[in-house]
């Protein structure tokens, strides 16, 4: 029996946004229906912003900014309501992971993992208020008795995440903008709005000024008026390379800031020392986490000619082992896509993949035996060229291509010819050889023996996978415009006491 978690979805203003520290009713009726991809029923309706709704958004935390109480609160301030913001967070953990299957087809299992750390990167912002250097005295060279380099917040800063890890994608760019001193829009993706709209009411419980924190659902077309407005600083984005490539180009007009956390096609390097085997359950239980819907899965499997045959059967094997269904069927190792329209492209990769003559090992279909809901059987193809489609574009679902080289230094080059430098991960017992492989990949994380991400160090990528990093110091100094300020004498009165001299 499948306990599945359904009904009303837990959120008290589905139909309105939260602006200016209130709900407030949207400037049309128009709506976004939202899907639940296990089932393809109605899931939850909102509503769908306009250029008014946005208008009044940006305004608001302008207005926020400019003349609101909170870039002048003190750091320390400022850390008590990430803290209250953590705190809520946990008390809606049950609702986070109710809304994330629902959504986006996640394991409830999974969801409700994740969902138990959401307030983490809020409380660990809030202990760097302590330690960071906000303000910093230097000895000059210019004449100066008095140098000090301040950082200050960059101003207004748009948010805009994606589908696939909404209440992880936000927490990464809210908090540290928050510390900061920041005022923020969030845009919530059309597919997936329900922990944005949680979120929102979390903010409001934990009694942040008003236009501090302000969130609302669009559609595309609305959100490039976002990216257009001039009132927005800077915009902080996760998504796919070909929209950040077009949010670049329209900030670079005005000189506006940007993060981005973009594509990835995560190269998975095996070395001659490490079991086939143990590698296969590893890579395949990375790839069928979200249904392969996550940025740096690894799905170039790149190894050696001689063992080419034994890894595809090994990835074989492993795929064909899971179990696919509902996501709130505490049996399902993976559930579905996320939506008709990515299915549909998964689809189309794998027939492109077939149609190019690679060796289909596993999967490639939809699960026998299930009539509804946007599910694709884990994929594996072998003998791929490294200049094909299904090996350069970026497919986001579970599914491997496995690539043969001649020897290591091949391997080596075979993994930096991609357009994408997110993620990846070399297999081997030997920490060394490890280690000096992963000083070689350009990539913005690499992994030993998996794939591994640490956020509390930085997130990020090369190349065409993104700009700036995300999580840790890294993700605090984003938010930030460093100043320099030189005096004829200290002054009596500081923002905050300095960090002891550095030598200039």
Same mark, same amino acid.
């Given at each position: 029996?499948?306990? *599945?978690?359904?009904?009303?979805?837990? /959120?008290?203003?589905? &139909?309105?946004?939260?602006?200016?520290?209130?709900?407030?009713?949207?400037?049309?009726?128009?709506?976004?229906?939202?899907?639940?991809?296990?089932? @393809?029923?109605?899931?939850? *309706?909102?509503?769908?912003?306009?250029?008014?709704? %946005?208008? *009044?958004?940006?305004?608001?935390?302008?207005?926020?900014? $400019?003349?609101?109480?909170?870039?002048?609160?003190?750091?320390?301030?400022?850390?008590?309501? &990430?803290?209250? +913001? !953590?705190?809520?967070?946990? @008390?809606?953990?049950?609702?986070?992971?109710?809304?994330?299957?629902?959504?986006?087809?996640?394991?409830?299992?999974?969801?409700?993992?994740?969902?138990?750390?959401?307030?983490?990167?809020?409380?660990?912002?809030?202990?760097?208020? =302590?330690?960071?250097?906000?303000?910093?005295?230097?000895?000059?060279?210019?004449?100066?008795?008095?140098? /000090?380099?301040? #950082?200050?917040?960059?101003?207004?800063?748009? %948010? +805009?995440?994606?589908?696939?890890?909404?209440?992880?994608?936000?927490?990464?760019?809210?908090?540290?903008?928050?510390?900061?001193?920041?005022?923020?829009?969030?845009?919530?993706?059309?597919?997936?709005?329900?922990?944005?709209? /949680?979120?929102?009411?979390?903010?409001?419980?934990?009694?942040?000024?008003?236009?501090?924190?302000?969130? %609302?659902?669009?559609? #595309?077309?609305?959100?490039? &008026?976002?990216?257009?407005?001039?009132?927005?600083?800077?915009? !902080?984005?996760?998504?796919?390379?070909?929209?950040?490539?077009?949010?670049?180009?329209?900030? !670079?007009?005005?000189?506006?800031?940007?993060?981005?956390?973009?594509?990835?096609?995560?190269?998975?390097?095996?070395?001659?020392?490490?079991?086939?085997?143990?590698?296969?359950?590893?890579?395949?239980?990375?790839?069928?986490?979200?249904?392969?819907?996550?940025?740096? =899965?690894?799905?170039? +499997?790149?190894?050696?000619?001689?063992?080419?045959?034994?890894?595809?059967?090994?990835?074989?094997?492993?795929?064909?082992?899971?179990?696919?269904?509902?996501?709130?069927?505490?049996?399902?190792?993976?559930?579905?896509?996320?939506? #008709? *329209?990515?299915? @549909?492209?998964?689809?189309?990769?794998?027939?492109?993949?077939?149609?190019?003559?690679?060796?289909?090992?596993?999967?490639?279909?939809?699960?026998?035996?299930?009539?509804?809901?946007?599910?694709?059987?884990?994929?594996?193809?072998?003998?791929?060229?490294?200049?094909?489609?299904?090996?350069?574009?970026?497919?986001?679902?579970?599914?491997?291509?496995?690539?043969?080289? #001649? $020897?290591?230094?091949?391997?080596?080059?075979?993994?930096?010819?991609?357009?994408?430098?997110? =993620?990846? !991960?070399?297999?081997?017992? $030997?920490?060394?050889?490890?280690?000096?492989?992963?000083?070689?990949?350009?990539?913005?994380?690499?992994?030993?023996?998996?794939?591994?991400?640490?956020?509390? %160090?930085?997130?990020?990528?090369?190349?065409?996978?993104?700009?700036?990093?995300?999580?840790? &110091?890294?993700?605090? /100094?984003?938010?930030?415009?460093?100043?320099?300020?030189?005096?004829?004498?200290?002054?009596?009165?500081?923002?905050?006491?300095?960090?002891?001299?550095?030598?200039?």
């Amino acid at each position: 029996m499948v306990e *599945r978690v359904f009904g009303d979805p837990p /959120l008290t203003h589905p &139909l309105h946004f939260f602006i200016d520290g209130e709900w407030t009713a949207p400037s049309s009726d128009a709506t976004l229906d939202v899907i639940a991809p296990a089932t @393809e029923q109605l899931y939850v *309706r909102v509503a769908q912003a306009q250029r008014e709704d %946005i208008d *009044r958004a940006v305004s608001a935390a302008r207005e926020a900014f $400019d003349r609101g109480p909170w870039p002048h609160l003190s750091h320390d301030e400022r850390s008590a309501y &990430l803290r209250a +913001i !953590a705190a809520g967070l946990d @008390e809606r953990s049950r609702d986070i992971s109710t809304i994330w299957p629902n959504e986006m087809g996640i394991l409830h299992s999974m969801a409700q993992s994740f969902a138990g750390g959401a307030g983490r990167m809020y409380r660990s912002y809030a202990d760097l208020a =302590a330690t960071f250097a906000f303000e910093e005295e230097h000895t000059t060279t210019a004449g100066a008795p008095v140098g /000090l380099l301040t #950082r200050e917040p960059v101003g207004v800063v748009a %948010i +805009i995440v994606p589908w696939n890890g909404p209440i992880m994608s936000i927490a990464v760019k809210l908090a540290p903008a928050l510390l900061a001193g920041c005022t923020v829009i969030i845009k919530a993706s059309p597919e997936a709005p329900g922990h944005a709209l /949680l979120l929102a009411e979390v903010v409001e419980a934990a009694g942040l000024p008003k236009g501090v924190v302000n969130v %609302i659902t669009a559609e #595309r077309d609305v959100s490039e &008026l976002l990216v257009k407005h001039p009132g927005i600083d800077k915009v !902080a984005f996760t998504g796919s390379t070909a929209a950040g490539k077009k949010i670049a180009g329209i900030l !670079a007009g005005r000189m506006a800031r940007y993060t981005m956390e973009l594509g990835g096609k995560s190269a998975a390097i095996i070395l001659d020392d490490y079991d086939c085997e143990a590698a296969a359950q590893t890579i395949v239980a990375n790839v069928i986490r979200m249904t392969g819907q996550m940025c740096a =899965a690894l799905t170039r +499997i790149i190894i050696t000619g001689g063992r080419h045959d034994r890894m595809l059967e090994a990835l074989a094997t492993a795929c064909e082992s899971v179990r696919v269904g509902d996501p709130f069927d505490a049996t399902s190792q993976m559930g579905p896509l996320a939506s #008709r *329209r990515q299915r @549909e492209r998964v689809e189309t990769y794998i027939a492109r993949a077939r149609e190019d003559g690679f060796t289909l090992a596993a999967g490639g279909h939809r699960p026998q035996g299930i009539d509804r809901g946007f599910y694709i059987r884990p994929t594996v193809f072998g003998n791929v060229r490294n200049d094909s489609v299904i090996a350069r574009e970026e497919v986001f679902g579970p599914v491997l291509s496995v690539i043969s080289t #001649r $020897d290591e230094s091949e391997s080596i080059v075979i993994a930096n010819e991609s357009d994408y430098g997110l =993620a990846g !991960a070399v297999f081997t017992n $030997d920490v060394d050889r490890a280690y000096a492989i992963a000083r070689k990949i350009r990539t913005g994380t690499m992994g030993h023996n998996g794939l591994t991400a640490d956020f509390g %160090i930085a997130f990020g990528g090369f190349k065409s996978s993104g700009v700036g990093r995300e999580g840790g &110091l890294e993700g605090l /100094l984003s938010f930030l415009e460093s100043k320099t300020i030189l005096l004829q004498q200290m002054p009596s009165h500081r923002y905050r006491d300095a960090v002891p001299a550095f030598e200039s």
